[in-house]
């Protein structure tokens, strides 16, 4: 320490020395007031805008030190005002002064202003601004010795002081006092770590002669957030009081204060401030062990003279990063309020939001469900709505028996030859009755009946699934209304599952009623079949032939049973190959029906049915669900609430700032 430390207190002394000089001094006064007094005014309107609501942190000189060390003494020495002083807890919660050097209070009494709440301002005089620190707080942290960390801003316009902000912090004691709560070491702890901790905050740190440093807690505090003393100044006080060995405790510096020390003699007693300073100026002077310390180390111009200079530097260092900081937040703080749901304030606000989110969802359905465009989900294979129902139809047409069904273990056509029994009649033989080609054909279509119903199920469970997904997505800015559209949904499913269900039935029912195709390859199929007409009818009569054989269509079949049958077994062959040919049809029309079928429902729910169920839903029973989405929810509000505030302040504390920034960049330096 013992090396920076040196050129520090030359580094002073030099200052010291320069506003010695008349001229000089008039010269600093003059650039500081063009120069550090503008970025001055900028910080306190920052902070009086509370822009560290904002989690910025503004540069800030915070006085800490142990109870009765002299920290309000030390400040009123500052100011040159009397403030309140005295045993126990005086300050009990944090008192923001703002010094300001006032040409127009030039021979008359200093304005002082107490602000504090949400906005309060109490103008009081000299007389009366220890009694109006007192009220306010009484008004912030109660009437009894209990601790708040909510400021008060002292504002002293005067004649002659320097241009400084400083924070009063509550004093710091390890005993509770009388009345005061048993936690009061943690409270106060807390609010001085608050204040002290962001590397913007200058610690002036009041250490009393009386003492011994190494022992105060607020040393031992402040070396906790700046262990080199980096950003610790120490006024030392009560130097009338111990005056032995305090040279050797000022030069020793046990405890690692970085930016050097102070020794002052604030007002005792009933003195006037003038008589004060006129007795400290006559004590550095005159006292054998007190005037042996260097003249850049005592009195309160020379802390003063110093502070300024801290301020000056510390602020001109931080303003940069703090506006960038307020430009950081504003645009932040924009954008989460831009993704906020809008600000519904009347029916007609809400109709429209109502009818913004009704057009998203029915877009997007439309893209992943009609025309297959997946630029919204590009990766959740999920929402390929196209492609997935194309999979279900495939899954289906494979499905179905390509192959009229037939029951295993049946000999052949003795199916065919049991329906020719029971449909026979008085007629000319050979001649295959309609009836049992209907009889085979139902039999055969039943054992298919339930794919066509299980395929649209499928279908309209996927797209339920799809569409409420979709629907939830965009309407997650409105949860209230989310269960009503969920219902709308429901129900439109429902509808199309009845309806569907309905059309498949037509569908089997149409297969039942008509044996109809105009398809050629039913003839061409029926007529190849036919062509082992004759070598198996030959078979059949003629016993002495093998009685197995091999015929184009059929494969290799046996035969024997058929030869008791042989007055059917021609129309059973007839029938076999009509049934088989014609069984290409039949699949053909259930896979091609269905699939337009549920393309035409699909296209038609994402085109007018979804936005017509969401109508009648939301808007339906006298707009209740527009009142719904009115009534937004309590977290919205407070938070888009929050964000405005915000918004506002970050703006404010823009402008605050804006003029100061331009002269910055245009001065290239402060
Ligand atoms: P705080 O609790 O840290 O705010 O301390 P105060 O400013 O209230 O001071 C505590 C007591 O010390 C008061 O009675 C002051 O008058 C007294 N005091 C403060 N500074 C000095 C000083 O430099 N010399 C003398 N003799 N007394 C002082
Ligand atoms: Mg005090």
């Avoid at 503008?38 to 910080?43: M, Q």
């Avoid at 949400?118 to 009081?124: A, E, K, L, W």
Wanted: proline share 4%.
């Amino acid at each position: 320490m013992g090396k920076p430390k040196a050129k520090r207190l030359k580094a002073s002394h030099h200052d010291s020395e320069d506003a010695a000089s008349g001229a000089a001094a008039s010269a600093i006064a003059e650039s500081y007031n063009e120069q550090i007094r503008p970025l001055l005014d900028a910080v306190d309107r920052l902070r009086h805008l509370k822009v560290t609501q904002e989690g910025i942190q503004l540069p800030t000189i915070v006085v800490v030190g142990d109870q009765s060390s002299g920290k309000s003494s030390v400040l009123e020495s500052l100011a040159g005002i009397s403030l309140p002083r005295g045993q126990g807890i005086c300050t009990r919660v944090p008192l923001v002064m703002r010094l300001k050097d006032d040409i127009s209070t030039e021979g008359s009494q200093p304005v002082l202003q107490l602000e504090y709440g949400s906005g309060r301002v109490v103008t009081t005089s000299e007389a009366k601004v220890a009694d109006a620190i007192d009220e306010a707080t009484a008004e912030i942290a109660g009437s009894g010795k209990g601790i708040s960390d909510a400021p008060i801003t002292l504002v002293v316009r005067k004649r002659g002081v320097p241009d400084l902000t400083l924070v009063d912090l509550p004093g710091i004691t390890r005993v509770p006092v009388k009345g005061q709560p048993d936690d009061i070491y943690d409270q106060v702890s807390r609010i001085i770590q608050e204040y002290i901790a962001p590397k913007e905050s200058i610690i002036l740190n009041v250490l009393s002669a009386t003492v011994d440093f190494p022992t105060c807690e607020s040393i031992r505090m402040s070396q906790q957030v700046d262990r080199n003393g980096e950003r610790t100044l120490a006024v030392v006080t009560k130097s009338d009081r111990a005056p032995e060995g305090l040279l050797d405790k000022v030069t020793m510096d046990d405890v690692n204060i970085g930016l050097g020390y102070v020794c002052v003699r604030n007002r005792v007693g009933d003195e006037t401030y003038d008589q004060a300073r006129a007795e400290e100026d006559r004590l550095f002077k005159k006292h054998p062990l007190l005037s042996k310390i260097d003249k850049s180390m005592v009195g309160i111009p020379v802390l003063a003279q110093r502070l300024m200079q801290i301020q000056a530097a510390i602020i001109a260092k931080c303003l940069p990063d703090i506006v960038k900081q307020i430009n950081d937040r504003l645009s932040r703080s924009s954008g989460e309020l831009e993704q906020m749901p809008p600000d519904l304030n009347n029916v007609a606000d809400a109709v429209r939001a109502f009818f913004h989110i009704v057009k998203r969802a029915c877009t997007s359905l439309e893209k992943i469900l009609v025309r297959g465009e997946f630029d919204e989900y590009p990766d959740d294979r999920h929402f390929h709505g196209t492609a997935r129902i194309a999979e279900m139809l495939n899954a289906y047409a494979k499905k179905l028996p390509a192959e009229c069904p037939r029951r295993g273990g049946d000999l052949f056509l003795m199916e065919e030859v049991h329906v020719l029994e029971e449909t026979t009649g008085i007629k000319l033989p050979d001649f295959l009755p309609r009836s049992a080609f209907l009889v085979m054909l139902k039999k055969k279509v039943e054992t298919v009946v339930q794919m066509p119903h299980d395929l649209v199920r499928e279908v309209w469970d996927y797209v339920e699934d799809l569409t409420v997904k979709i629907l939830l997505h965009h309407s997650e800015d409105f949860p209230q209304v989310q269960p009503s559209c969920r219902r709308a949904v429901q129900g439109l499913m429902d509808k199309a599952r009845a309806q569907s269900a309905r059309h498949v039935k037509e569908l089997i029912e149409m297969e039942l009623v008509a044996d109809y195709t105009s398809n050629p390859d039913y003839t061409k199929t029926w007529s190849e079949l036919m062509e082992g007409h004759g070598k198996f009818m030959e078979a059949v009569k003629d016993h002495s032939q093998p009685s197995a054989l091999t015929l184009k269509g059929f494969g290799r079949v046996e035969v024997a049973h058929m030869r008791i049958h042989d007055d059917l077994a021609g129309q059973a062959f007839d029938l076999r190959a009509r049934l088989a040919a014609y069984w290409r049809s039949i699949v053909l029309r259930l896979v091609d029906g269905l699939a337009l079928h549920v393309l035409h429902g699909v296209k038609r729910l994402a085109e007018d049915d979804l936005e017509v169920a969401l109508s009648d839903e939301l808007l339906g029973n006298k707009m209740a669900g527009v009142e719904r989405m009115l009534a937004s929810s309590p977290a919205t509000g407070s938070k888009r609430q929050r964000l405005k505030n915000s918004i506002v302040l970050l703006q404010q504390s823009k402008e605050a700032v804006a003029d100061i920034m331009d002269r910055i960049s245009a001065g290239g330096e402060v």
